[in-house]
Structures are given as structure tokens and as C-alpha cells.
């Protein structure tokens, strides 16, 4: 009993998530008596995102190390990159363009799309976001979304961004597969809620009637190209974690589909429905799991957005993963 006693007393995690509302409080404190749109403030505004971000990282990746979850690094990283977006936005609105009696044109949602919008990110995850706007573009609208975006780009960050309107968020889901997808995965991150619920409500119906079949078979070519220029093996000893055969892209295939065809939200929901047995998820969980620790720790090993695990990185990544060397045996877990 002694022995294992230390394992079994709950740890105190050492991710720490930050809120908005407290990167905002400080940098009211350090921008106070100077104008928000000045250079000296937004300087300061700036080296307090950055701070927010590289003490999320760092805890990130300290959990990581510990535990050896990879999902909870990825959810982790995008619930710190959710309150920093939110951040920006809310002092964008606020503090930077305030409109004193906006009209119903001077309103915008933000959403996460892709890999984003699952709530999940790796450390060298582009951020994919969809502006949403109730018609044209504004002005205002324009202003804040350079704001968000400038800001992002200065922390160093890879954004992908559509601005587009409800009407023609739906009308490129109908002619185009992959804004489909990515409207399949919109998340709501700030702004205007009830702009982001138009775009669910008429996208759950006007675009997923019906077409189950079709986003099926998009689906699967695409993972079969993707297959192919990867070498149709899942038995390469330079593998891909993200795009290879058996990778994160396969699971999140999977996922899409069951989302689409069965109009399920989470994972979880596919096997109320029956179309995963609680042994058959409980499996897809612990893949998703390790892939995901996998990308994770690659990403942090590399300090950028590696997908393949190429020789000279693998002992390192082994040693993240909690493998030991065995010498001429080869690795094993440290844990058997």
C-alpha cells in the first residue's frame, strides 16, 4: 500500500488557465493615464499577450511532461488561446473602436474553425478563425478584425481567416466541401452570439439534409489522395502523426462523418447512437489520446509545426514519451 499511496493522492494540475477578464484587468493597469489606440499602449498591450501566451505554453507543456496527455495538452492550449482571443477582441471593441450606438451592421462573431474548432490545438496549430458578419463588411467591422488579426500575427502566430456573411458562409458550404467542413466544426468564441446561431441553425438546415451521402464520399477520396501521397502505408518508419496513414486526419475523418450523417455533437453521442460500441470509443479516445501526445511533444521538441517523426528526432521524442533505452533491445516503457 505505501508504495503506491503517493500515485493515488490527487495532483495539482499544473495548467493554469488565465481568463480574459484577468489579461484585461492587467493591462488596464499598465496602459493606465494612456490613450488605447496610441503605440506606447498598444506595445504594452501586446508584450501582455505574449506573457499570457508563453506562460500558457509553458504550463502546457509542464502538465504534458507529467501526465503524458496529449488531449489535455491540445485542450489545454486552445482553452488559453480562446481567453486570449477573447482578450483582444473585448479590448478591440471596447477600448481601441468603442461605437456608442452601434447599429445592427456594426456587429461580428468570432468563431474557431478546423483543428480549432475542436477545442483542440498543438503548440504549432494554425488559429482558424471565421469572422462572421450580418451582411457587407462595415467600417468598424473591418477595423476590428484587423486589430484581432495584426495582434495575432505579433505574438507570432499562423491565422487562417475567412470574413463572410451568414448568406455567404451558407452558399460556400453548399459549393465548396471543405468550407462545409469548416462550418461543420464552427465553435463560438466571442462576439455577437446570435449571429453564430444563425449560421448553425441554417446550416443544420439548408446544408445537412439530405447531402449525408455526399459529404461521405467527399470525405473518403480525400482521405484516399491523402493516403496516397503519404505511400498508402501505415508501416513507415518516418511516419506522419498528423496526415499519414492512421494519423490524427483518419480520426478526425471519422469524426466528420459522424458528426454530418448522425447530427451528434461529441464523440461520445456516436455510441447513444450506436454506431460505436463504449469498447470501440473507449479505444478511438486512447488513439486520439496518444497521437495527440505524439504532436504535442514534437511540436514543443522542435519548437514548430512538425508532423513527421524523422530519425534523428525519435530518441528525444521516445525520452518525452516516457520510453527508456534498453540498449541494443531497443526502447521500452519506463512504466513496464
Not at 462573431?109 to 462572421?132: K, M, Q
Not at 503519404?230 to 511516419?239: A, Q
Request: charged residues 25%; glycine residues 8%.
Amino acid at each position: 500500500m505505501p508504495l503506491v499511496e503517493a500515485d493515488l493522492r490527487p495532483r495539482k494540475p499544473l495548467f493554469h488557465l488565465v481568463t480574459a477578464e484577468t489579461i484585461l484587468a492587467g493591462i488596464a493597469a499598465d496602459i493606465a493615464g494612456k490613450l488605447p489606440r496610441s503605440p506606447e499602449a498598444r506595445a504594452l498591450v501586446l508584450t501582455a499577450f505574449k506573457n499570457a501566451l508563453a506562460d500558457a505554453r509553458k504550463s502546457a507543456e509542464a502538465e504534458l511532461l507529467e501526465t503524458g496527455k496529449g488531449m489535455r495538452c491540445a485542450q489545454n492550449l486552445a482553452a488559453a488561446q480562446d481567453e486570449i482571443i477573447r482578450a483582444i477582441h473585448t479590448f478591440a471593441v471596447r477600448e481601441v473602436y468603442p461605437v456608442d450606438n452601434p447599429s445592427g451592421a456594426e456587429a461580428i462573431s468570432i468563431s474557431a474553425v478546423g483543428g480549432y474548432g475542436r477545442g483542440t490545438l498543438a503548440p504549432g496549430s494554425d488559429i482558424d478563425l471565421l469572422f462572421i458578419l450580418p451582411y457587407k463588411q462595415t467600417p468598424w467591422g473591418e477595423q476590428v478584425t484587423e486589430y484581432i488579426l495584426y495582434m495575432l500575427w505579433d505574438l507570432g502566430q499562423k491565422v487562417g481567416h475567412a470574413v463572410r456573411s451568414v448568406d455567404e458562409c451558407i452558399r460556400m458550404s453548399r459549393a465548396d466541401m471543405t468550407v462545409r467542413t469548416a462550418t461543420l466544426e464552427a465553435r463560438f468564441l466571442t462576439g455577437d452570439h446570435n449571429l453564430f446561431d444563425q449560421l448553425v441553425s441554417r446550416f443544420e438546415n439548408e446544408i445537412m439534409p439530405r447531402t449525408g451521402p455526399e459529404f461521405i464520399a467527399a470525405k473518403m477520396a480525400e482521405r484516399e489522395e491523402r493516403h496516397r501521397q503519404m505511400g498508402n502505408t501505415r508501416y513507415v518508419v518516418e511516419p506522419n502523426v498528423k496526415d499519414g496513414k492512421g494519423g490524427l486526419r483518419d480520426l478526425n475523418t471519422l469524426f466528420w462523418i459522424g458528426k454530418y450523417f448522425y447530427k451528434v455533437k461529441t464523440g461520445a453521442e456516436l455510441v447513444d447512437k450506436g454506431v460505436l460500441s463504449p469498447e470501440e470509443y473507449r479505444l478511438f479516445q486512447r488513439a486520439e489520446d496518444f497521437l495527440w501526445a505524439i504532436r504535442c511533444n514534437l511540436h514543443f521538441l522542435t519548437g514548430r509545426a512538425d508532423e513527421k517523426i524523422t530519425f534523428d528526432l525519435q530518441p528525444d521524442l521516445a525520452a518525452r514519451l516516457g520510453y527508456a533505452d534498453r540498449g541494443r533491445h531497443g526502447w521500452a516503457s519506463s512504466a513496464s
